[in-house]
């Protein structure tokens, strides 16, 4: 493992000037450099934590290429012990429920891979009040895939993204 980052430059081998990789992102291999934090968090402050940590928010929360990505880091999660976390995806509150946009910008489709089995299904009932909330953030836990919830959600962390694309997305999630 690197002991310090270069900058994205160096994780990705592009050959450009551009700002750096915060030293506490280290990689993942075969994925790319990412910061997981573990803290009690909703996704609207863990969004903006992930943004702060560069000038030109080529940091962000993170968001997946592809299920072999996502496995990726999932397993370094499981090693740092929180169990759900955020991740760089969402929709507009007064937006479709099944249409999420990551934080970058790209469309993830209700039928991408990267969903767990029956989700996104944009809704959650309380067992106790019967209320329903409208889920409007991903999330990523025990389950492989991803999964929406309400933007209140208790979070135990979040997983950071240095990948030189600038997140351009904001959201209204609550």
Known sequence: M?????GCDQVY????????CPADYLPIAGAGAYKIVVEDTR????DAKCKRDTATAITHLVVFEDVVELGLVRE????????????????DATGDR???TAVTGAALEPDSPLWDVGEPNGTFTDPDTNKVYEESIGL?????QLFDAPPMYPLEGFVCECDGEPATETFEVE
């Open 2 to 6: 690197l002991a310090v980052l270069a």
């Open 13 to 20: 081998g592009l050959d450009r000037d551009g700002e750096p």
């Open 43 to 46: 996704w609207l402050l863990a």
């Open 76 to 91: 370094a999660v499981d090693a740092q012990e929180p169990w759900e976390v955020a991740v760089g995806y969402a929709r």
């Open 98 to 100: 099944t249409r999420f």
């Open 140 to 144: 990523t836990s025990n389950f492989l």
